[in-house]
């Protein structure tokens, strides 16, 4: 009975080595260090070096219009402000390591911003930024504010920094706030090239502290609440029944917030699919994973889905006015369509990616049922 | 299990599943079960001490029921948490309830000695014997579907992701491996309790547990149940192993032995406790026998509308994943918005509601009240939800048109699901 059993044993499992059909991953091991090399090194290290950059001269920007607040150089520095935000769309997803300790996103991006508070921090002069409760009167959504917000023209703009009693404290407010968001930006680049991109890359392994899963997770997070959610379901009143048109990312500037959103939904994609910084080149990504682990939809692999539903919210968002607080208000259901759009393919990540990457979202003991 | 209730403190999972989230998910005839806020603690305290007791043999009977009570009542709380294995030390410790295992070798047997006895009745082994029986071989009946056997699934996805395992990382990729660990899986669960029961093939048998356990313990995150199930399987050796093992343990705690050798045989203390202890041990059986074929009283896929699935042993036979997008509606405005559910549900429970349809509906049901307190009359409740099954697609879910407000509570078959359109054959 030992013996036949032991024997049965053997030739079922002998049998089913000889009886595997065409379909699963190939035989050659997909090197999961390659793809975490490829964020690394060619997504993230290069995004937060330009953002680094951009914050630099968003800062020098702000100190020259300090010292003379000309019109001229109002106009410099709100490009540059452009340019910074265009940037932080590339590493915002990036939540991680030194910039989670540091809450980065929300010190930088949150939006509506508390203008009461600013105005008040403004008028008393006795603000420190780095405290959380101060998270909403910093970042670019408060130099926004600052920028394009205090008055109807830039005539009016302008005066506070000119002729209005506390012109130097708005001076002062303005500098801090850029130069919060240029130490900000550099702590967490030296914190990647100093150290912490070895450590994200030596963790391949598998399980829920890896880097893989832990990036996957942030990754779908910040595409579910902040680009989703954050730039378009919330100002289209997804979630609260009315449309909210002051809730739109870069309210003041009027005509900013769908670069905001094309920028973000571009670096998003681009992360998917293992695209270079701007580069053509590529590497090994979330979507070659996918091919490998061969996870087939429909005649379709999913990365393919995934990247074509992408595009679709991007046709989708074209409709869109620059302004999205002007297309709310306009014509909402254009916001609701993209909206749509995107949520598609948080089914596709949080759902069909997830499962066929095996990737938890949370770390509690489950069998599978 | 004292290890078990300290495991499960140390690693926080009190406060994480049973102080911190708002809601609790209910078992159905079980809702007036909830957590304590604070006071939970002290429900696991008093199951790990029981457990405790139950160990040293110390009032025995009380202990056991006490740790019974306490560790299903935990198990009630929030089925979020469900596994079998749970399940499992729930049955066993109803079970223990109405055996004799403090006959020998306890506190309770040192000092009465009219308890003390060194033979107890055959049946109380063989009792734990068959749970074990059944525990393997339903699970063994439950792979033999045509997802287990001939796609491996969902080995091959839970598989290939447990890449940096030492020797073994590389041998999970590939394909055949997937289909070797499905095909063992299933011969395995159906053939060992055979094994172990026959005298002959009993250590080669012992010796597959300990490596298919371990093995388990290594590829999943499946906590304590592989020693339970390891030690357990020790039930089916004879008394000469036992003897053994309390012998070494006797030597290392300096305890005498042969104090409790007295070669008497067991007697319950009153006849009518033997009867009625044996009629509910053999009752408890028909059950157990019963309850896991229940879901052929309802039409559909099983995998797909879990009717029927839990408390059934079928462990480790589906990877689903699911989305729930709730929208809820003002019939009186035609105001409609979305739910954000990480406001009502933590992360864990998000991933087991989206993909199970009691939760579905109870947490569609918790949403009602809720707005209807923040002043929505009447409101309608719609689920915009996705599913995906062992590495298919996902599809719909729940009928976007049914407000699931007006679905009642009720172990009857859903209507309100969509079809699968896909078949999973087996049993």
Redesign the interface.
Known sequence: ??KS??V??VS??L???????P???D?D??D?EAILINWADHIIIPSFTSFAESSAQLQSDAFTFAESPTLQNLETLRNSWQSAYLAFQHVSMFEMGKAMGLRFRDNLNIYPTDTGEINENIQEGNYNLELPSQSNSQGFPALDYLLNGLGENDTEILAFYTTSDNSDAYHTYLADLTSRIHSLSNEVLTDWTSGYRDEFVSN????AN?SLDMMVNDYIYYYEKHLR?GKI?IPA??????PLSSHVEALYSKGFSKALFNEALDASQNFFNGTHFESDGSGESLGSYLDF?N?M??GADLATLIDNQFDAAREKAELLNDDFSAQVESDNSLMLSTYDEL?RN???L???M???????????????? | MVISMVRFAANGWIEKLYVEPDFFFSYYGFEWIQPLGEWTRVIFLICGISALLVSFGFKYRISIIVFFLSFTYIELMDKSTYLNHYYFISVLSFLMIFLPAHAYYSIDAWKNKTLRAQQIPKWSIDAIKFLLFIVYFYAGLAKLNSDWLFEAMPLQIWLPSKYSIPLLGDLLQQAWAHYAFAWAGAIYDLAIPFLLLIKRTRIVAFILVVIFHVLTRVLFPIGMFPYIMIVSALIFFDSGLHNRILEYISKWLKISKSFFDNGINYSFPQPWIQKASVSIVALFFMIQLLVPFRHMLYPGELFWTEEGYRFSWRVMLMEKAGYAHFKVVDPENGQRFYVDNTLFLTRFQEKQMSTQPDFILEYAHILEGYYQQQGIKDPEIYVDSYVALNGRQSRRYVNPEVDLTKIRFSLKHRTWLLPFDDEIKGL
């Open positions: 009975m030992k059993a032991f049965l044993l079922f499992t049998w089913s080595c000889t009886s595997d059909g379909s699963g991953p035989a091991d997909f999961r391949s392994g598998n399980g890896s959610a379901g009143g997804v979630f609260s029944g009315s682990l996870t939809k429909e949520q948080v089914v596709n949080k759902v069909d997830l499962q066929a990457l095996n990737i938890n979202v949370d770390y509690v003991d489950a069998d599978g049922d």
